[in-house]
Structure formats: C-alpha cells, structure tokens
C-alpha cells in the first residue's frame, strides 16, 4: 500500500491556492474506501463517500433508473459538496435504513478533499477533480470479498443488480480510460 500510496502523491499538482480535490472512483470491493482512508491520513484531509447521496425515494423514477449513472443523487453531491470546495460545510448522510437524509457530516476547510466512491466521476462531477483514481479487481475477489462484507443474500443483489449497472457506468463514460491511475487488486491467495 505504501508503493500506491506514494505513486498517488507523486501525481499531485504543485500547491496551488485552491484545494486539490481526489477522487476515487472504481468496482464495489475493489478497496476505494481503504485507499481513501490511508490517502486521508497521509494528506490530513476528509474523505465525502458517494454512498452518502444514495438516491433518494423522490428521484426514483423510471427516467432516472433508465440514466447511466442515475442511481446516484450527483445533483445534491455537486450542490452540497463540490460546489463548496474551498469551504467548510456540512451535508446529511443518506441512510438507507430510513431512506432518508441522517447524520451530519462535516467537511473541514484543507489542502485536500477526497470524494471516494463509484460514481464519483459521473460526468456532472468529473471535470471538479484535479486527480482521478479508478481502483480496479478481479471479479472472484470481488465477490469474496463483498460476500465476506455483505453476506451471501447481498451479494445477490450486487451480482444482479449493482455490479452490472457499475459496468454500464464504467463503460458508457470510459472512467478507467479517463483517470490518472488506475490501481488493480489481483487474486488474493
């Protein structure tokens, strides 16, 4: 992880006024949230995760499943996040459990800004980054590792569900293809 970790920093522009925003976009189980974490540490900064603007109920409709890349509410990530970089703010976290906005989050004015997860490159977000990170892993490590975090009912809907709609993502707008590195996460024997 140091290697990575260190290929990553090398990437970062030179200081500049402004904030240097990363994202980490990828395949489920393919480690964006422990990359993020460890990136975190080393450049004391927050993280904001695209899980916490699942879609909410009100904007599940027909036309917005049939979106690539619609199952995620980018129009209140950009709102509520990256449109205030730069700044302190806060934003609520979606909770699935009750399908509606939960936790506050705070977000600290720094140097760097992590947005981590998939979809964060979603082409209404995309051009907001200065470095992109697509993490990558093969497909049988995929699901042991998603079956050992979610259990063997979960992982049914991410290999029917989730999964294929992540590659459509992935495909339709070439986000390997357009990141600054891409990590891959091998067999793990």
Excluded at 43 to 60: A, E, G, K, N, Y
Excluded at 88 to 109: I, P
Aim: charged letters at 30%; glycine letters at 6%; a positive charge.
């Amino acid at each position: 992880m140091a290697d990575i970790l260190n290929e990553i920093l090398s990437l970062l522009p030179p200081k500049a006024d402004g904030v240097i925003v990363i994202a980490i976009d990828g395949r489920c189980g393919a480690g964006k949230t422990t990359l993020a974490t460890k990136l975190a540490a080393v450049l004391d900064c927050d993280v904001v995760h695209t899980d916490d603007f699942f879609l909410p109920p009100r904007l599940r409709t027909p036309e917005r499943y049939a979106e690539v890349g619609g199952n995620v509410d980018y129009e209140r990530l950009y709102s509520e996040v990256i449109s205030k970089i730069g700044k302190s703010f806060s934003y609520r976290r979606f909770d699935c459990s009750t399908m509606s906005e939960g936790k506050l989050v705070r977000v600290r004015k720094k140097d760097f800004l992590i947005v981590e997860g998939a979809y964060s490159l979603h082409p209404h977000l995309g051009k907001y980054y200065d470095i992109a990170i697509f993490c990558d892993v093969d497909s049988s490590l995929q699901r042991a590792r998603i079956l050992k975090r979610n259990g063997a009912e979960k992982l049914k809907a991410f290999e029917n569900k989730w999964i294929p709609l992540e590659d459509m993502y992935f495909s339709e707008f070439q986000i390997p293809q357009k990141c600054h590195k891409v990590i891959f996460a091998g067999k793990e024997t």
